[in-house]
């Protein structure tokens, strides 16, 4: 049986862009090192005194864990030392890293990034990820970036993609041209190409929704629930019901079984939870090459929004694309509007 590694596979897929001259491709390669390095981490979270909080916040105020910090550390220097990526946007850091050393100047990409997604599943033992995406710079080459570079459309990214850290260790990735799946061999230490030209089914029968959140939804998504918990048998409802509380995780088993995502506005989070840059456009990206859908829940693409700061928040539907046109159906019917704070205290 013949293996493609990771590497072997972006080398290969070099001939798919006439006018590269191999920067992505080792982009890309570091991302898949500095994967490695966190994976080893994470595998050894519970036997080293790296679990627990590092006792700062980041610029959404919530709680950084140490390995937060650590694959942020790890991201960023592997995407320095490949020479090609000229600056950086992380969930863990307030501006973008822009970097001065003449190599990094010259280099052509961005990357936005969530070096550890679902890191409050860290202590318990439950799948995290790092989510990333990588965009061409407008700012001229040999300069510093600029935010102009990272306030790209997500239609503008050239690749993007997921590592999970789970039960084994996965990266996702696309680069316009379908989605593809490598597990890391750990007695080797090679991605693997295990899961070529991913699709997505168009309908599935899983949501994934946090409904313990559900008196702070808008009434479309409460309608929808409902639906989605109604018997009918054609459609193969009632539905069930996955939540695990990481991004990657939940988006990974839907992409790979059907089904739908949502994170809407809610009481709690009037413009949605996740973030655009590094959370909503890299998956966006990968489930459209999968052949699925993602929008803001009122018909808006995500990947043709413009962003307007780096850490920007957005309401999030996406997967099989005929759950989300029928969530979607539910909004337009029932509302999109989340409740007043102060009406459900
Ligand atoms: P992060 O750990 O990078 O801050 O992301 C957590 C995100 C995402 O992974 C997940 O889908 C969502 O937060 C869960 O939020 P709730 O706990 O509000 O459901
Ligand atoms: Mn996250
Ligand atoms: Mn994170």
């Given at each position: 049986m013949t293996v493609t590694t990771l590497n072997e596979f972006i080398i290969e897929r070099q001939a798919d862009f006439p006018y590269a001259k191999g920067e992505l491709t080792r982009l890309l390669t570091h991302i898949g090192v500095a994967a490695k390095v966190v994976n080893r981490e994470v595998n050894k979270a519970g036997l080293v005194?790296?679990?627990?909080?590092?006792g700062s916040d980041n610029i959404q105020g919530e709680q950084q864990k140490k390995l937060d910090v650590y694959a942020d550390e790890k991201f960023i220097a592997s995407l320095k030392a490949s020479g090609e990526c000229c600056g950086i946007a992380s969930e863990e850091r307030k501006k973008i890293v822009s970097f001065d050393e003449e190599m990094a100047r010259n280099g052509k990409y961005i990357v936005a990034i969530d070096?550890?997604?679902?890191?409050?599943n860290i202590d318990v033992n439950v799948s995290i990820g790092t989510i990333f995406s990588i965009y061409r710079r407008i700012s001229p080459v040999g300069h510093k970036a600029g935010i102009e570079d990272f306030l790209q459309k997500g239609k503008e990214q050239v690749a993007a993609g997921y590592i999970i850290y789970g039960s084994s260790t996965m990266m996702v990735y696309t680069t316009g041209r379908g989605v593809n799946g490598f597990t890391l061999d750990p007695s080797i230490g090679e991605f693997c190409l295990s899961h070529p030209d991913i699709l997505t089914p168009h309908s599935g029968i899983i949501y994934s929704i946090n409904e313990g959140n559900y008196i702070k939804f808008p009434e479309g998504v409460k309608k929808y629930i409902k639906y989605c918990q109604e018997k009918d048998v054609p459609t193969g409802r009632p539905f069930t019901s996955r939540y695990i509380g990481s991004l990657v995780a939940d988006f990974h088993r839907n992409l790979l079984k059907g089904g739908i995502f949502i994170y809407p506005k809610t009481a709690g989070y009037p413009t949605g939870k996740l973030r655009l840059l590094y959370e909503c456009n890299p998956m966006a990206f990968v489930i459209e090459q999968a052949g699925g859908r993602a929008t803001d829940g009122r018909g808006n693409r995500i990947l043709d929004m413009k962003p307007v700061e780096l850490h920007q928040r957005s309401p999030f539907f996406l997967g099989s694309r005929n759950m989300v046109n029928k969530a979607e159906e539910f909004m337009k019917e029932f509302g999109d509007k989340e409740p007043n704070m102060d009406d459900i205290k």
């Open positions: 005194d790296i679990l627990g909080d590092a070096p550890l997604d679902g890191s409050s």
